[in-house]
């Protein structure tokens, strides 16, 4: 391990979600190998709470939230930032700036923060609104901003200005999980139709509603035998022959699904990186998604893109690739592969020198 003459402090209280969770899991020990990291503040609740360290240090310290989150991430970030206050560097992993004076590195990683989702309920419009109007007042005291594509870097200085040149673009590997299985596609595991698989909760901007309608169409049918979702199984899903709903996934039951799938679907509105087309790129498996710039910051042209709100789009999309595979074609990632990070220590190493510059 690497220590630096100062060492700095990891902030994850918010880390909760799916896509966050993963990241962070491949992250944070990267971390530990390539700094000197001090205090963690992990939450008191959800998978990253019983995270233990790599190195020697100080126990990680578990924030608990008494008030519901959306209210307790509020003061946490405002009136009761105090607990965050400290001589070294802060590298916050939860998108929202805290209101410390202390030099603070913001690891930006929702579409969020520059735009209201689409089909976001009230609800979701205020919490996503308060989040942006934190940001705007907290963002004078960002020291500098990470995000993972060009695209977030763009919609992040046209949202907050007052961050000027101090955003940086640090992209990221597949999840470690992956990385160490082993598993590589270079073609179909069975013949006939076609099996897609779309890892992604049930948010509104996740754009499922665009899948559901696709089924009813007869391109769609003629082409799918199993459209894998990791929602949990409802009224709606068991009602579609072509769709299989499976619950939240482990890494272990990822990595099955992707052994076994034809396809990646991501039909995603929003995404500041899209991890699940940098785990199809890795494994090298086709993918079709959502003609939109952070697909194509992330697939390039080798990718078959659909729009993302039109079912029939969509559609030709997967008779475009049953076409293409029965051709004898199988996308070559490589030269996409390459312009990533070869390993988690390499974005570790990225950051820190962010952290201590």
Same mark, same amino acid.
Not at 194 to 214: E, I, Q
């Given at each position: 391990? /690497?220590?630096?003459?100062?060492?700095?402090? $990891?902030?994850?209280?918010?880390?909760?979600?799916?896509?966050?969770? @993963?990241?962070?899991?491949?992250?944070?020990? =990267?971390?530990?190998?390539?700094?000197?990291?001090?205090?963690?503040?992990?939450?008191?609740?959800?998978?990253?709470?019983?995270?233990?360290?790599?190195?020697?240090?100080?126990?990680?310290?578990?924030?608990?939230?008494?008030?519901?989150?959306?209210?307790?991430?509020?003061?946490?970030?405002?009136?009761?930032?105090?607990?965050?206050? *400290?001589?070294?560097?802060?590298?916050?992993?939860?998108?929202?700036?805290?209101?410390?004076?202390?030099?603070?590195?913001?690891?930006?990683?929702?579409?969020?923060?520059?735009?209201?989702?689409?089909?976001?309920?009230?609800?979701?419009?205020?919490?996503?609104?308060?989040?942006?109007?934190?940001?705007?007042?907290?963002?004078?005291?960002?020291?500098?901003?990470?995000?993972?594509?060009?695209?977030?870097?763009? *919609?992040?200085?046209?949202?907050?200005?007052?961050?000027?040149?101090? $955003?940086?673009?640090?992209?990221?590997?597949?999840?470690?999980?992956?990385?160490?299985?082993?598993?590589?596609?270079?073609?179909?595991?069975?013949?006939?139709?076609?099996?897609?698989?779309?890892?992604?909760?049930?948010?509104?901007?996740?754009?499922?509603?665009?899948? %559901?309608?696709?089924? /009813?169409?007869?391109?769609?049918?003629?082409?799918?035998?199993?459209?894998?979702?990791?929602?949990?199984?409802?009224?709606? /899903? =068991?009602?579609?022959?072509?769709?299989?709903?499976?619950?939240?996934?482990?890494?272990?039951?990822?990595?099955?699904? %992707?052994?076994?799938?034809?396809?990646?679907?991501?039909?995603?509105?929003?995404?500041?990186?899209?991890?699940?087309?940098?785990?199809?790129?890795?494994?090298?498996?086709?993918?079709?998604?959502?003609?939109?710039? %952070?697909?194509?910051?992330?697939?390039? @042209?080798?990718?078959?893109?659909?729009?993302?709100?039109?079912?029939?789009?969509?559609?030709?999309?997967? /008779?475009?690739?049953?076409?293409?595979?029965?051709?004898?074609?199988?996308?070559?990632?490589?030269?996409? $592969?390459?312009?990533?990070?070869?390993?988690?220590?390499?974005?570790?190493?990225?950051?820190? $020198?962010?952290?201590?510059?």
């Amino acid at each position: 391990m /690497t220590n630096h003459t100062s060492g700095f402090r $990891i902030s994850l209280t918010n880390v909760t979600g799916l896509g966050a969770t @993963e990241l962070v899991r491949s992250l944070l020990p =990267a971390l530990e190998r390539a700094g000197h990291v001090t205090d963690i503040y992990l939450p008191a609740n959800g998978p990253m709470a019983g995270y233990r360290r790599t190195f020697v240090g100080p126990v990680p310290q578990r924030v608990k939230r008494c008030l519901p989150n959306a209210v307790s991430r509020l003061l946490e970030c405002t009136l009761l930032s105090g607990k965050f206050k *400290g001589g070294s560097p802060l590298l916050v992993l939860g998108d929202l700036p805290l209101r410390i004076d202390s030099r603070q590195i913001v690891f930006v990683h929702t579409p969020h923060l520059l735009l209201e989702p689409a089909g976001a309920s009230a609800v979701q419009r205020v919490k996503f609104g308060i989040a942006r109007a934190v940001f705007r007042l907290n963002a004078p005291r960002i020291s500098a901003a990470i995000v993972q594509t060009p695209t977030m870097q763009r *919609g992040l200085r046209a949202a907050y200005p007052s961050l000027g040149d101090r $955003i940086y673009i640090i992209p990221q590997p597949a999840p470690d999980w992956l990385l160490q299985s082993g598993l590589q596609r270079n073609g179909r595991v069975m013949s006939g139709k076609l099996r897609l698989f779309y890892p992604a909760a049930t948010y509104p901007h996740k754009n499922h509603a665009l899948l %559901y309608s696709a089924t /009813t169409l007869h391109a769609w049918s003629q082409e799918i035998d199993k459209l894998i979702l990791t929602v949990p199984p409802s009224k709606l /899903t =068991a009602e579609v022959r072509t769709v299989q709903a499976v619950g939240r996934l482990l890494s272990e039951d990822m990595r099955k699904q %992707y052994a076994l799938a034809d396809a990646l679907v991501f039909p995603s509105l929003a995404e500041s990186y899209g991890l699940p087309l940098i785990e199809a790129m890795w494994l090298g498996l086709p993918i079709l998604c959502a003609d939109l710039p %952070y697909a194509r910051d992330l697939c390039g @042209e080798e990718a078959i893109y659909f729009s993302p709100h039109d079912p029939v789009s969509l559609a030709r999309a997967v /008779t475009e690739l049953s076409e293409r595979l029965v051709r004898g074609w199988w996308p070559d990632w490589q030269s996409r $592969i390459q312009q990533l990070p070869t390993s988690w220590d390499e974005v570790a190493k990225r950051m820190c $020198i962010i952290v201590h510059r």
